[in-house]
């Protein structure tokens, strides 16, 4: 089954190459079915990077999913055109009346600083609440699960000593929930960030189940209780040269940091990376889409 996106977003053409099934708007008006509304508060400074990485995995499953793209209002991105911007994003303010099958907060570069420093934490606190009774499954990823984590169960977030960049190797704690159904026992992800979350913050919060943890990388996967809200710390999502274009920018700006681990092959970075982490990641987007959106969410929003 195919997502439907506007008819002119760039990602379009990358997608239709990948033989990954897309409908614009004249074509899904046709389909006599109940498509799944997905919410995507698009947070990083390359949206449309970030747009051609979640579309490839929401595209892949049985379901046809309706796209809305969602930006701050309180933040204008200078990374992304004022074009694109306006053509395909709306605010918070032209939504919040209306109701969602699944909702995707993505990470933002801005681990850092504190919460209640970013331009726009109190717009975000309030679509975080109104998730509550509008949305039936959020999926928090990266920053964005730190910030769900912060607001929703009171877990702070500390600074690391040096940067966690690269893929790493994860053990599956809980084989019986069901966004990890089809999961190796062991499987690897990339991660990207300078902050972490203490796993015994997690292990004791009585609301959160942590799900997936590596030893070198720390928590990946967890789960309210109520399995609505999924935070996960690293980056499925990425393609294989997202670590690699991530690390030589912050050499051209100066920064001090390290080769990405287990990444480049013989950590060399004059290697070509692969991908080792895509079939996982489909598996993933797949088991929320179909056991946390499209089996939890109601026919018709009362």
Partial sequence: MPIKIPLHLPAKEILEKENI????????AKQDIRPLNILILN?????????????????????????????????????TSQYHLE????????VKEKKYDGMIITGAPIELMEFEE?????????????????????????WGAQAALYHHFGIKKYALQRKCSGVFNHRVLDHTEKILRGFDDEFIAPHSRNTDIPEESLQDHPD?????????AGALIIS????????????????AAT????????????????????????DNP?????????????????????????????????
């Fill in 118 to 142: 970013v331009h726009y934490w109190d717009e975000l606190k309030d679509i975080l609440n109104w998730t509550e009774q509008n949305v039936t499954s959020t999926l928090h990823i990266c």
């Fill in 224 to 239: 309210s209780r109520d399995s609505r809200k999924i935070m996960i710390t690293g980056h499925l999502e990425y393609e």
């Fill in 43 to 79: 947070l990083m400074p390359e949206k449309e990077k970030t747009e051609r990485q979640l579309l490839r995995l929401l595209g892949n499953t049985p379901l046809q999913v309706n796209i809305t793209f969602l930006k701050t209002a309180t933040y204008d991105s200078k990374n």
């Fill in 270 to 302: 004059e290697n070509k990376p692969v991908n080792r982490w895509r079939s996982h990641a489909h598996l993933f987007f797949s088991n929320w889409l179909n056991y946390y959106v499209y089996q939890a969410t109601p026919y018709e929003w009362d």
């Fill in 208 to 216: 959160l189940k942590l799900l997936a943890s590596s030893e070198e």
């Fill in 21 to 28: 099934f897309i409908m614009d708007d004249s074509r899904a």
């Fill in 87 to 94: 053509e395909f994003y709306q605010t918070f303010t032209e």
């Fill in 243 to 266: 670590l690699a274009e991530e690390y030589l920018r912050d050499k051209e700006k100066g920064i001090e940091i390290e080769v990405p681990e287990n990444y480049f092959p013989n």
